[in-house]
């Protein structure tokens, strides 16, 4: 009983049931005045009407636009308003217009490119994934970084622990998950310590991310204690858009010498002291060098469109003459993507790569939500020759997105694509491998809301020490992995299917 009464206590519920209590008076208020006043009426509907007609032709995937096609025809009277009001993907451009440096800030990032390529001017892939890197955020590639590969949330974890002890100057921190834990609490400690001792530490968390682990105003409480927080984009009672664009990304930068990234967010099921879905498998990098002060920027621009007053970036950049030039081969190109602009950089990223792959391409995502255009590009690098490989949990977190990825299984390994499921439980690391040259990893999922809707970010590298590592890892996920058959899945009972089929349908909103 006492479980209820929290549950509807909570400030989840509160938000949920404002929602729909607006949600709902809305259309009765909608369907109220259509029939009272026909002409009301009349115009809704072909409102709806050129609605649906301006979502076919918009550029965007195939999967959402059938979504909202459906949803209007279903709701002629009121589904072009909902449309108006949800439809829309995008935010108000504040991010990108705060934050955007003038072109003359950029113009060392962009020497440096053009010095960088000329030393590998017949590296195809190099060339194709720096291009995409530039076109799409005025991401610069580097070379002569250390570049250190986890396996597990454990190993990261520790890697966390000893940078931010050793931390100077400042710590940045962004996390889409905290939760108050033996993990955030140990944490947590060393960030209070370090602020007492006159570092600048800053924290970012998404709001939803944290909602239901962390007490209203933490922030607040944090910032009391030295650690200047930001809450990212409060979750309030009220039918807005932007409430879906959530901030998934993970870094931590200290002193503008080490970047972290990857899958691995701040709670105990990461690092496997506590179970939740089974084992918790994730993976993340460590960046020393040049690279990281795309990391810093990143953080920093996220930062300034939450302040008032902007930070510059100088001051947490390490000057030229100051950087280490690590004695380590390869190229990394660090990225992040925003819903705030039409460059879908997590999503280009893996379509690039796959297409560049020769002999293999391999991934990793916790969701499997893909609409045509991946999908075609899957089947093509198949037919290509390509040995694709995509691994997914055989433990879920979450029941319904779930159904979705299993959903697509046949269709996938009917054009070739093998599909494997992680045995031991839950795999949540977003890692992409490509003929032992390449590799991506962070934060960006197979699935329609890392594509389109949240703040992601990763790292793409190129010959680097750790690709080894990477495939090690691979070989050994699949060691511990079930390969998925077209019997298993023509097996699964006609309702169950028939069940799969409509929630795909609904992917685009999971």
Known sequence: MHKYIRIIKSKPFFIAMAFLIQILAFILLLTWFSRRFFGLYFILVLLSFFISVQVINRESDSSSKLLWVLVIMFMPVFGGVLYLLFGARKIPRELMIKDRQAASDYQRYAKQSI??????????????????????????VYDHCSVQYFPSGEKQYQAFLKELSEAKSFIFMEFFIINQSVMWDTILQILIDKA???????????????????????????????VKTH?????????????????????????????????????????????????????????????VETFTISFLQMWNYQEEENTPYAPFIVKKENQIRYDEPGYVIPFSDSPTDENYTGKYMHLNLLNASTNYFWITTPY?????????????AVNNGVDVRIVVPAIPDKKAVYQVTKANYDALIKKGVRIYEYSPGFIHGKVALSDDRSALVGTVNMDFRSYYLHYECGVFMRDTSCLQEIHD??????????????????????????????????GPML
């Open 115 to 140: 010095k960088v390529m000329k030393q590998e001017s017949d590296d195809f892939v190099l060339d194709k994934m720096v291009s995409l890197a530039w076109s799409n955020g005025y991401f610069p």
């Open 473 to 506: 890892d691979f070989e050994d996920i699949f060691s511990r992995s079930h390969e998925v058959t077209l019997e298993e899945c023509e097996q699964v009972n006609f309702f169950l299917r028939q069940f799969r089929k409509i929630l795909k349908v609904f």
């Open 196 to 226: 007492s001792e006159g570092v600048d530490v800053r924290l970012i968390y998404d709001d939803f991310g944290t909602i239901t682990y962390l007490p209203d105003k933490y922030d607040q409480w944090l910032t009391s204690r030295g």
């Open 368 to 380: 499997l939500i893909l609409d045509d255009e991946m999908v075609s590009s899957l089947q093509l």
């Open 231 to 291: 809450r990212f984009n409060p979750m309030k009672a009220q039918i807005a858009m932007q409430m879906n664009n959530r901030d998934h990304r993970k870094i931590l930068v200290v002193d503008g010498k080490v970047a972290f990234t990857g899958g691995c967010n701040i709670s105990d099921e990461y690092i496997n002291t506590r179970e939740r879905f089974g084992h918790w498998k994730d993976m993340g990098v460590c960046i020393k060098g040049a690279a």
